[in-house]
């Protein structure tokens, strides 16, 4: 099936550093969401982006949607040890139902 | 708030068993969604449906069923479990109308085979 890459797998900060999750589809997508998960809970959606090239922030996340809409990132600043989870992008082909999730990025942050 | 139940936050159940999950949304969403979570492998899609009675084959759908009677419930179906099915199972809805296609998931079902 189609895929969705997401890099890097961890990623272990110390709090106030800054961090960037990276997504790359084989395809165009025409949208991508991105989830937190945190330990022990389930996926909450975060955010969607549609056009090609947005940019959107809520307070220290930003999130990108790739010119050709098959690449996505999600960076937050200044880390807090609240900004712990996994997460994941999910891109929705052109067609079809179905989200394909990337295998998400554990955030670890320590004080 | 759209809520998505789940019928257990755990399950222990033996190789051979039949096993029901059952998922409960009370958002009137079209479509819902039945993943397993496993370390290192992330959400991977087992089945979906669009409609009542309507159901889409995902990307591991061997050994499972589903069953969509009425469009707030969407069950799961492993009609003999083994144990290379222990896994976290995450149920999600989401209208997908308007543009509007995020996914809400329900607490998870943690199934143990033994």
């Known amino acids: 099936g189609q895929q969705v890459m997401q890099i890097p797998q961890y990623q272990h900060v110390q709090e106030g550093e800054d961090f960037t999750t990276y997504c790359n589809s084989s395809t165009t997508l025409s949208n991508i969401q991105w989830y937190k998960q945190r330990p022990g809970g389930h996926p909450v959606f975060l955010i969607q982006?549609?056009?090609?090239?947005e940019v959107k922030k809520q307070k220290r996340l930003t999130f990108q949607f790739g010119e050709a809409k098959k690449n996505s990132s999600l960076h937050i600043t200044a880390t807090q040890t609240t900004d712990v989870g996994t997460y994941f992008c999910a891109g929705l082909p052109g067609s079809g139902y179905a989200l394909n999730f990337g295998k998400g990025t554990s955030l670890l942050v320590t004080p | 708030d759209v809520k998505v139940t789940q019928s257990s936050r755990y399950l222990v159940k033996r190789t051979g068993e039949k096993v029901f999950l059952e998922c409960v949304q009370d958002?009137?969403?079209?479509?819902m969604f039945w993943y397993r979570q496993d370390p290192g492998l992330g959400l991977r899609l087992i089945y979906f449906?669009?409609?009542?009675?309507?159901?889409e084959k995902g990307d591991i759908p061997e050994g499972y069923s589903v069953s969509r009677e009425k469009k707030e419930r969407f069950s799961l179906i492993l009609e003999s479990a083994s144990t290379n099915q222990t896994s976290m199972y995450l149920c999600a809805s989401s209208p997908m109308v308007d543009n509007n296609y995020e996914q809400y998931f329900g607490p998870g079902t943690r199934l143990t085979v033994t």
């Open positions: 449906s669009y409609d009542v009675k309507m159901k």
């Open positions: 958002m009137d969403h079209e479509n």
């Open positions: 982006l549609v056009k090609s090239g």
